[in-house]
């Protein structure tokens, strides 16, 4: 008699009447989430495509491929091309699959330390709306001012929205974020200290909302939409008022036990001289805080304000100073770059740095530091006019994309 294969994630063939146990119940169902993100993940990466080059791409079954597409279809997250393929130019012609980046949106929120982004993101990870919220008035930079004045804000722009349904919300914010049981843990610059945002926010918006630090949430966004994607190991710098990093290996961001990865704020940077609140002097977070760069720019007259585009203007502009100011910031970014990158050894590092993202003479400061042997591997954030609208959407993205059956009933067309 033949052999019977046995899987040992099926039941054997002595038992073959039995039902599923409840762990091959469990194993089927990550596949099937799996193999579904996979699908739409090569239909975003290399739509319009036809059935068969995903089926060839992934190595899942030309079946499994046509099942997962037409629930995927089912959904609303993709829809068949109006252009026909053929292949090598024979034979009858392919339908290929693309995105339906036109029914579904999210929301996206980023609490900076002068102001709030808040946003709308189409699948394909670029941002249709946006507005930004100054910490100011009535609450100022308290936690539940800034959430109130971020969801009246949000839910204005879905109420402009000319069409597409929001799927849920993601919040990018920095400092401390835990992103399972979506609290703030701690932001220093914004005083805030264990405040529950996914259930302040999901309370004013009814929509499913997810946190996150805003570096894992660019660090996501690179892998989806930018230019890190198909990279095995990615770094990313993010130095605005707030410094940390993030690190993803194999599609996985690192989070550590309750998300405290990448906290480097307190790293010693050679060559700084500011004294931090730690009381000790050349912190990483005090040398290339935006704070520091606009101070500095004020005290040598290149502004008269806290923005640091105005710093990026006046460079622009010609003002040596301030392109000294930008340089300089570039060339510390650079050193932390080279320290972080002596320990982890990424294939890629993105760096979201306001000198890095708009003048070709700070990336050059930012590589020179890294060294020759790895400036190639160094590179601006893909977003550099929408980084923080971004950050916030690619929250509520990135869980879509890792699991986009889980959202099966609230893509389900309204009645």
Same mark, same amino acid.
């Given at each position: 008699?033949?052999?019977?294969?046995?899987?040992?994630?099926?039941?054997?063939?002595?038992?073959?009447?039995?039902?599923?146990?409840?762990?091959?119940?469990?194993?089927?169902?990550?596949?099937?989430?799996?193999?579904?993100?996979?699908?739409?993940?090569?239909?975003?990466?290399?739509?319009?495509?036809?059935?068969?080059?995903?089926?060839?791409?992934?190595?899942?079954?030309?079946?499994?491929?046509?099942?997962?597409?037409?629930?995927?279809?089912?959904?609303?997250?993709?829809?068949?091309?109006?252009?026909?393929?053929?292949?090598?130019?024979?034979?009858?012609?392919?339908?290929?699959?693309?995105?339906?980046?036109?029914?579904?949106?999210?929301?996206?929120?980023?609490?900076?330390?002068?102001?709030?982004?808040?946003?709308?993101?189409?699948?394909?990870?670029?941002?249709?709306?946006?507005?930004?919220?100054?910490?100011?008035?009535?609450?100022?930079?308290?936690?539940?001012?800034?959430?109130?004045?971020?969801?009246?804000?949000?839910?204005?722009?879905?109420?402009?929205?000319?069409?597409?349904?929001?799927?849920?919300?993601?919040?990018?914010?920095?400092?401390?974020?835990?992103?399972?049981?979506?609290?703030?843990?701690?932001?220093?610059?914004?005083?805030?200290?264990?405040?529950?945002?996914?259930?302040?926010?999901?309370?004013?918006?009814?929509?499913?909302?997810?946190?996150?630090?805003?570096? #894992?949430? =660019? $660090?996501?966004?690179? &892998? %989806?939409? @930018? /230019? !890190?994607?198909?990279?095995?190991?990615?770094?990313?710098?993010?130095?605005?008022?707030?410094?940390?990093?993030?690190?993803?290996?194999?599609?996985?961001?690192?989070?550590?036990?309750?998300?405290?990865?990448?906290?480097?704020?307190?790293?010693?940077?050679?060559?700084?001289?500011?004294?931090?609140?730690?009381?000790?002097?050349?912190?990483?977070?005090?040398?290339?805080?935006?704070?520091?760069?606009?101070?500095?720019?004020?005290?040598?007259?290149?502004?008269?304000?806290?923005?640091?585009?105005?710093?990026?203007?006046?460079?622009?502009?010609?003002?040596?100073?301030?392109? #000294?100011? =930008? $340089?300089?910031?570039? &060339? %510390?970014? @650079? /050193? !932390?770059?080279?320290?972080?990158?002596?320990?982890?050894?990424?294939?890629?590092?993105?760096?979201?740095?306001?000198?890095?993202?708009?003048?070709?003479?700070?990336?050059?400061?930012?590589?020179?530091?890294?060294?020759?042997?790895?400036?190639?591997?160094?590179?601006?954030?893909?977003?550099?006019?929408?980084?923080?609208?971004?950050?916030?959407?690619?929250?509520?993205?990135?869980?879509?994309?890792?699991?986009?059956?889980?959202?099966?009933?609230?893509?389900?067309?309204?009645?």
């Amino acid at each position: 008699m033949p052999r019977t294969a046995v899987s040992p994630l099926t039941t054997s063939p002595s038992f073959a009447g039995a039902p599923p146990s409840p762990v091959s119940r469990v194993a089927d169902s990550d596949r099937r989430r799996t193999s579904a993100s996979v699908v739409l993940r090569s239909v975003l990466e290399h739509g319009p495509v036809a059935r068969s080059t995903i089926a060839r791409v992934t190595g899942l079954s030309p079946a499994s491929v046509t099942d997962h597409c037409a629930r995927l279809s089912e959904l609303g997250l993709i829809r068949e091309s109006a252009v026909l393929r053929r292949s090598n130019g024979v034979g009858r012609p392919h339908v290929p699959v693309d995105l339906d980046d036109s029914r579904f949106m999210v929301g996206g929120v980023h609490v900076a330390v002068p102001y709030t982004t808040v946003a709308l993101l189409d699948l394909r990870g670029r941002v249709v709306a946006r507005r930004e919220l100054r910490h100011e008035g009535r609450g100022g930079a308290e936690p539940g001012a800034v959430l109130a004045r971020a969801a009246d804000g949000l839910n204005a722009l879905l109420g402009e929205a000319p069409g597409g349904r929001a799927l849920g919300v993601g919040v990018a914010v920095g400092g401390w974020v835990d992103r399972d049981s979506g609290t703030v843990v701690e932001h220093p610059l914004l005083g805030w200290r264990d405040v529950p945002v996914r259930e302040a926010f999901r309370a004013r918006v009814g929509l499913p909302v997810q946190v996150d630090g805003h570096a #894992r949430a =660019l $660090v996501n966004a690179e &892998r %989806l939409f @930018g /230019r !890190a994607g198909g990279g095995r190991s990615v770094l990313h710098l993010f130095a605005g008022n707030v410094v940390d990093a993030a690190f993803a290996t194999h599609d996985e961001v690192h989070h550590g036990p309750r998300s405290q990865a990448g906290a480097i704020a307190h790293l010693p940077l050679a060559g700084g001289d500011e004294p931090c609140e730690c009381g000790r002097v050349g912190c990483l977070q005090v040398e290339l805080s935006e704070r520091t760069l606009c101070r500095r720019a004020r005290e040598a007259g290149v502004i008269d304000g806290d923005n640091p585009m105005h710093v990026v203007a006046a460079a622009a502009d010609g003002d040596p100073v301030a392109v #000294r100011l =930008l $340089v300089g910031r570039a &060339r %510390l970014v @650079g /050193r !932390a770059a080279a320290l972080l990158m002596d320990v982890l050894n990424p294939e890629r590092v993105v760096v979201t740095e306001v000198g890095a993202l708009h003048r070709e003479d700070c990336l050059a400061a930012v590589r020179e530091e890294v060294g020759p042997d790895r400036a190639a591997s160094v590179a601006p954030s893909s977003f550099p006019d929408s980084v923080l609208a971004v950050a916030g959407g690619a929250v509520a993205l990135d869980v879509l994309y890792r699991d986009p059956l889980a959202v099966s009933a609230r893509l389900r067309p309204a009645a």
